[in-house]
């Protein structure tokens, strides 16, 4: 599995591959005590590249890859602020592991409340934790040197956007389009089941859930002959449908499990951000920002943000939320299997009310044959 954390590191430096011969994982070492930046060096190198950063101490060297080594006393306030900053250059870091005295139960909840994935008691299981990650990112990369070009290129396009915005960049509309052009062309190529299983099995996370959804929906709007220009705009939609996910903080986004009333509740931003991000982008089209905000829409007012009727639902949008629905179903995610199609297209079939029955009916042809 390549999580959309490890393609925003493709995206940004093409060609650089784990595969090469001699390539040393980064380590990012930030700590408060400089004495400890030659003491992880000795420890750590050559086998891995480590980039020391001192907290306070100048900009954070901005990546997207590696490991994140966090050695600090997180006792003292002004020391978990410089920490939050560095972390918020590095969000895109998938692994972050915290050094952390055992017996101080209440660092340990300080690093996980910082964003650890793991904490450490001792420096020297460091090297324990990153040999394994260093394992499943060498997986990984050989998962991403046999997928499809277009599900590389696809997968980059939105590597490049979120990128931009967890960095507070523009957004290059040119990633969308092209992403897009690259799913339609192989959809009509290869058909859906081809694209759908092959995202399956190289992506995870949002990543996954947006390459599925603008799967599903250009593979709908082929099935019930919609034009070109159509089928594009919808694509349009579907892959940037979700792209205010990439301001929902990753505890939410990628927590195993039900969120509580209060993730959820931010989870539910999500719409409006995009919406927001995208609104004064020259070229956008009306359609394309109607389905970004308005994804989460039922016929019968019980969506979000705007608990639209269905008169101010339009067709297109109703093709998309049927997509995205189907796609979230049979996402597979590590911590349960992926529905089967036909139970989810069942759940669909149950949703009377807030989805045009007879767009369900037309969608079975997608949802179980295609
Ligand atoms: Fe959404
Ligand atoms: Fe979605």
């Known amino acids: 599995m390549v999580s959309y954390r490890s393609f925003c ?12 011969s001699g390539f040393e994982m980064l380590v990012h070492f930030v700590t408060d005590e400089p004495t400890k930046i030659p003491a992880i060096r000795a420890m750590l190198e050559p086998r891995y590249h480590v980039v020391p950063q001192l907290l306070g101490g100048g900009d954070t060297q901005i990546s997207s890859n590696g490991v994140l080594v966090v050695d ?24 972050k592991l915290f050094v952390v005295q055992n017996h101080v139960r209440s660092m340990v909840a300080q690093a996980y ?13 460091i090297i324990f934790k990153l040999a394994q990650i260093e394992v499943v990112e ?15 290129e696809s997968a980059a396009a939105f590597a490049s956007m ?8 523009p957004i290059k509309l040119s990633d969308a389009e092209h992403g897009t052009s690259q799913i339609i062309s192989s959809i009509a190529q290869n058909g859906l089941c081809a694209w759908l299983d092959d995202v399956r099995r190289y992506h995870e996370g949002t990543f996954q859930h947006c390459l599925l959804v603008t799967g599903v929906a250009v593979g709908f709007a082929l099935d019930i002959g919609l034009a070109g220009p159509d089928v594009e705009r919808l694509g349009m939609a579907a892959t940037l449908h979700d792209i205010g996910k990439a301001r929902i903080p990753l505890s939410i ?35 394309i920002l109607d389905g970004v905000r308005h994804h989460h829409e039922y016929l019968d007012g019980s969506g979000y943000p705007d608990a639209l009727m269905a008169p101010e ?32 297209y069942n759940i669909l079939c149950g949703m009377d009310g807030k989805l045009e029955r007879s767009l369900v009916k037309a969608f079975r042809n997608v949802a179980l044959v295609a």
């Open 9 to 20: 590191f493709e995206a940004e430096r093409p060609g650089l591959s784990f595969l090469s």
């Open 72 to 95: 600090a006393d997180l006792r003292k306030a002004v020391r978990v602020e410089q920490i939050r900053l560095v972390l918020q250059e590095l969000s895109c870091v998938p692994e």
């Open 313 to 344: 639902i339009s067709d297109p949008l109703r093709l998309l939320t049927i997509s995205d629905i189907f796609a979230a179903l049979i996402e597979s995610r590590p911590y349960r299997p992926a529905m089967s199609r036909q139970n989810a």
């Open 162 to 169: 979120f990128s931009a915005i967890r960095g507070a960049k």
């Open 253 to 287: 986004l990628d927590k195993p499990g039900r969120l509580d009333p209060g993730e959820e509740d931010i989870m539910r931003r999500h719409p409006v951000i995009g919406y927001d991000l995208l609104k004064d982008i020259s070229g956008i089209s009306p359609e």
């Open 113 to 125: 409340a910082l964003g650890a994935t793991a904490v450490v008691s001792r420096p020297r299981e």
């Open 138 to 152: 060498k997986a990984a990369q050989t998962d991403l040197a046999i997928a499809s070009p277009e599900i590389k």
